[in-house]
Structure formats: C-alpha cells, structure tokens
C-alpha cells in the first residue's frame, strides 16, 4: 500500500449520520493533514495533527492519529449534504533531508444522501 | 486577504506546444509547492521552493518540466512538448513556513493537451 492511503474508497450514508474515513501510512511523519475536495475545485486544508498529539477537533470534524498503528481517522459528525466531496489525507515525511512536499493517498470519497 | 491564486484556471495546449502555470502565494508566504493530480487519484508532488531556490525536485519528472519562483512575480510551472500524458490538474500551494507549516492550495489549473 502506497504512503497515505485512505480507506474506504467510496462511502454513501444518509444526512445526519455520522462518516468515518481512516488513512494509513508507512513511515514516520511529522504531521497529518486532511483535506477535502470538492469535484473539479481545489483541496480545502480541513486539519492538521502533529506527530506527537492524539486526537484533534475542529467544528464537527474530529481527527485521531495512533502513530504505533501508523493510521488516522477523521469523523465527520451530524453529516450534510454539502459534505460531500474527496476527503485525502496527507503526511509530512520526517525524512530529515528537507523535503516539505506532502504525500496524498487517492481519497475516499464522501456521498451523503439527501 | 487573497488565497493562492493560480492562472489560467484551464489551458488546452496542442501536443509539441509549451505550457506555462502560474502560481501566486498567499501574501506574506515565501514557501512554494506544485502537485499534479491526476483523474481519480491523489495529488503528487513535483517540486518545492523558496523565492529563488529550488528545494527539492524530486517529483518533477526529469526532461520537460521546469519551475521558477523569482525574487519578483509568480512562481511559474513550464512544461515543454507537451504530450497527452501531461493532460492533469495542476495545484500550487503555499506555506508560511517550512516543514510542519499548513500548505494553502490554489484553485488549480487543468491542463489539456489535445
């Protein structure tokens, strides 16, 4: 599995239910962010976890990172309709050398039924 | 305050033509980024930048592609002979600071090479 790859791929739950996305990743990171996309438009920075945190909120996002497992989960309560989009997750390698570009997975993406 | 803003939104380029992408940073922003998306998958990096400085490059495929992040204007994407395979999304972002710091995505440019 590549660095950052989300799960489940696609995911369709009925407005008000609650979505669980989760992310693994292969090598150490010093942070995680997720991202959110809407068709066609650009990313939208939704949080950033640190390495060294365990859980994080933001609104009625709430994400987690388990560094041992190597793996985040972002849940989205109380769903809408206008959260419907890609959600990617994306790690900053603690690669040492420099390097600040961020790794994607390939999203899931996110349907909430009216 | 505007975010990071891309030009042109879309281009369509004939094989064997050049195409360039333009990136404005947030204001205040000196840190570059350039991911390509491809349809249905993640962003992948290209190349990160300082006013200047090329940082790494290890994403940009080695023949064709070039970027520059001038003392003075945008940062500019180049891609020379284009060929249909180079037909993606292109997304620039922006960053106060280095590793750690929150990236800030532009709208995008889409390219396609007919």
């Known amino acids: 599995s590549q660095q950052g790859e989300e799960d489940p791929q696609a995911l369709s739950i009925q407005e008000g239910e609650n979505a669980t996305m989760n992310c693994s990743y292969k090598t150490s990171i010093n942070n995680l962010q997720w991202y959110r996309q809407n068709s066609g438009r650009g990313l939208v920075h939704l949080i950033l976890i640190r390495s060294n945190e365990r859980e994080k909120h933001s609104g009625r996002l709430r994400v987690t990172l388990d560094t041992s497992k190597k793996s985040s989960s972002l849940l989205i309560t109380a769903s809408r309709a206008a959260d419907t989009a890609s959600y990617f997750c994306?790690?900053?390698?603690?690669?040492?050398?420099?390097?600040?570009?961020?790794?994607f997975g390939k999203g899931t993406h996110l349907i909430i039924q009216p | 305050n505007a975010g990071v803003m891309q030009n042109p939104r879309h281009l369509v380029r004939r094989r064997g033509q050049e195409a360039r992408l333009r990136c404005s940073p947030m204001k205040g922003h000196s840190h570059v980024y350039w991911y390509r998306q491809l349809p249905e998958e993640g962003l992948k990096f290209m190349v990160y930048l300082q006013k200047e400085n090329i940082i790494d490059e290890s994403g940009m495929p080695k023949e064709r592609f070039s970027a520059e992040f001038p003392k003075e204007g945008p940062s500019i994407l180049r891609i020379q002979q284009v060929v249909r395979g180079d037909s993606a999304a292109y997304f620039c972002a922006s960053s106060l600071g280095g590793s750690g710091s929150e990236q800030y995505f532009g709208p995008g440019t889409r390219l396609t090479v007919t």
């Open positions: 994306a790690t900053d390698l603690n690669s040492g050398g420099g390097a600040d570009g961020l790794t």
